[in-house]
């Protein structure tokens, strides 16, 4: 579940901010980010921030936590409990009204992207590359579907390991089976440098990894190799990204509300 929860806060930042749109249930007046591509049988831990938010409520007796800061302190448990270093948590946002399932197909990274479009779409975040790779170490927690890693175990025989490949075909036919899941790395519940490794061994399981590594030198591989052999450097440099794509335009002031509910906007 902590992968989950990592991956649930990203999705919500990579879409109009941290805002805890991705939570929002789909309305009369607007379909929501929980069946976009990215998130739609992909995105976990909903359940999970509503007993959160019920026993923070509790704790608190009034409503004063937002459903979109919740959901990055759980994001940043989620890493500690795994075994990655901790970092602050700023707080004081405050949740969307709305959502976009557009938005969110247009926005959140696809892991057929080449590393041209990963840059640009992180650029477009105020993100560099030095944050796009160490944030894509998030995949050494939790898996994908087939449906995301098909292509690439067909046909991309130049950028995998044979055996690697050999291995996910046995689990992932040509056609069918979408939702059948891989390890994203050789060790998806603890948080450690083994993505950077596999990377380095042409075991990425997206296209979108392997991208981050295709041994030419460039400054891409460079931040590979040295989250492979460092990870206190990667423990580090993880928690500064995080923080960054966390204060990506928050709702703060009284711009967006807290709800009492994180699946609904409150009623008026």
Not at 14 to 20: A, L
Not at 152 to 163: G, L, P, V
Not at 222 to 245: R, T
Request: charged share 20%; aromatic share 6%; with cysteine.
């Amino acid at each position: 579940m902590g992968a989950s929860l990592v991956r649930l806060h990203f999705h919500d930042c990579f879409v109009n901010g941290c805002d805890g749109s991705i939570l929002l249930d789909d309305t009369p007046t607007f379909t929501g980010e929980k069946t976009a591509g990215p998130n739609n049988n992909s995105t976990r831990g909903f359940d999970v921030i509503d007993q959160i938010k019920d026993a923070v409520n509790d704790v608190c007796s009034e409503n004063v936590v937002s459903c979109a800061d919740i959901l990055a302190v759980a994001a940043r448990d989620s890493v500690v409990a795994l075994g990655g270093g901790s970092y602050d948590v700023l707080v004081g946002r405050r949740d969307s009204t709305t959502a976009s399932k557009d938005a969110a197909n247009t926005n959140i990274p696809s892991p057929l992207s080449d590393l041209s479009a990963l840059v640009s779409n992180f650029e477009s975040h105020g993100l560099a590359l030095e944050d796009l790779v160490v944030l894509a170490g998030a995949h050494t927690l939790g898996f994908a579907r087939c449906v995301s890693f098909r292509n690439r175990i067909y046909n991309e025989a130049s950028t995998i390991d044979a055996d690697y490949a050999a291995s996910l075909q046995a689990v992932c036919p040509p056609s069918g089976d979408d939702d059948n899941l891989s390890q994203l790395d050789d060790t998806p519940a603890s948080f450690d440098t083994a993505y950077y490794q596999d990377l380095m061994g042409s075991r990425g399981l997206l296209h979108s990894d392997q991208q981050l590594f295709m041994g030419d030198g460039s400054a891409a591989d460079e931040l590979v190799q040295n989250y492979a052999e460092d990870p206190d450097a990667f423990s580090a440099d993880f928690g500064a990204a995080m923080i960054k794509m966390g204060n990506m335009s928050p709702l703060t002031g009284s711009d967006g509300e807290i709800r009492e509910n994180c699946r609904a906007v409150n009623s008026d």
